[in-house]
């Protein structure tokens, strides 16, 4: 019987792209694509997720990138603007569930610095019980470590709990963890599953 229920945050409730920022302030498009691929990439901003600081990042990559200066400190100083938006259907499940008394809890990838510019913005977390960020713990998924903190730290039973994540591969490490996983496609399916588990 599942009794709770985990989150990922970035493309599971909210859209998440680089690019919905940098499309705003390089108006070339073969240029974005290129400061996308070399200069603020995912990879690099990867490391932000894993404990980096920021400022350790930016200077590096700014004198790697002198041209790009004005653009890296634009990532540093507007990262909300590469999230636009809650995933359609997702924020209103966690708003039922939370009507159910379900306990939410949330696993995410996200930098420290700017989770916290972005979760005082977002009211919806207020119904979790606690959050995981793997830039506070430094610990990423799908390392086992973090999903063994996460269970020790909400002080669930892993087989009684349910994990939602758009990677397949953090999916698997939950389940190795003990969970059950739910790999997100889009709001209606998982409403769908929820429901056949009574959650909802």
Known sequence: MIKNVIFDVGRVLFHWDLRHLFEKLISDS?????????????GWHFEHDAGRALADMAAERIALFPKYEALIRAYTSRFNE???GPIEGSLEIVEALAAQGVPLYAITNFGAEFWDGFRPTQPIFDHFRDIVVSGREKLVKPDPAIYQLALERFDINAAESLFIDDMS???????????????????????NELTQLALL
Do not use: C, Q, Y
């Open 30 to 42: 073969d240029e974005l694509d290129w400061f996308l691929e070399n200069v603020v990439t995912p």
């Open 169 to 191: 591969a953090n999916i698997e490490a939950a389940k190795a963890s003990g969970m059950h996983g739910h790999i997100f496609k889009n709001a209606a399916i998982l409403r």
């Open 82 to 84: 590469t999230i636009p």
